[in-house]
């Protein structure tokens, strides 16, 4: 014989009572399993992300964030091949040209960003000089002082630093 006051009849459940509502895991139950990841679609975001950050590369002062996407593409295409690889599917393209984009971009942005820290102190110095520039001629001397402090800094010859951008 069933308990009149039991859970299912109407009363409020109790303390260790399990409780089930369809289409709902049970109170205090596991959630549901999360669903794997459309390989397809995770190597589209990594190709995205691939193409930012050399898009971002370009820019002059988004190095950075450049590196950062470059990173993400790398993670994100990884696990998208990963990931096509454990659900037996087609490896997406898009996965792979992320990489290959991360990758580049790392290759292309680390060094550049390395030399803009090094260089930091003779750009900064550049930079203060060319904005208290009033005539051509001063900023082009700006420019021959940036020049024999990069070439002081890296312990290069006097004039091998090119007078690419010379001030004209």
Known sequence: MSDPQGPGNGSRPE????????????????????SPENPQQTGKRALWLGIGSLA?????????????????????GIRARRSARRLAALTPGGATAGITLGAVTLALATPLLLFSLLTWSENARYTQCRDRANTISDEQACWD????DLERRFNLPKGSVPDVGRPS
């Open 15 to 34: 303390a260790g009572d399990r409780v089930e509502t369809p289409g709902r895991p049970e109170i205090g139950g596991r959630p549901p399993a999360k």
């Open 145 to 148: 002082r940036f020049r024999s």
């Open 56 to 76: 971002l590369m370009l820019l002059p002062t988004a190095f950075p964030l450049a590196l950062g996407l470059a990173v993400a593409a790398l993670i994100v």
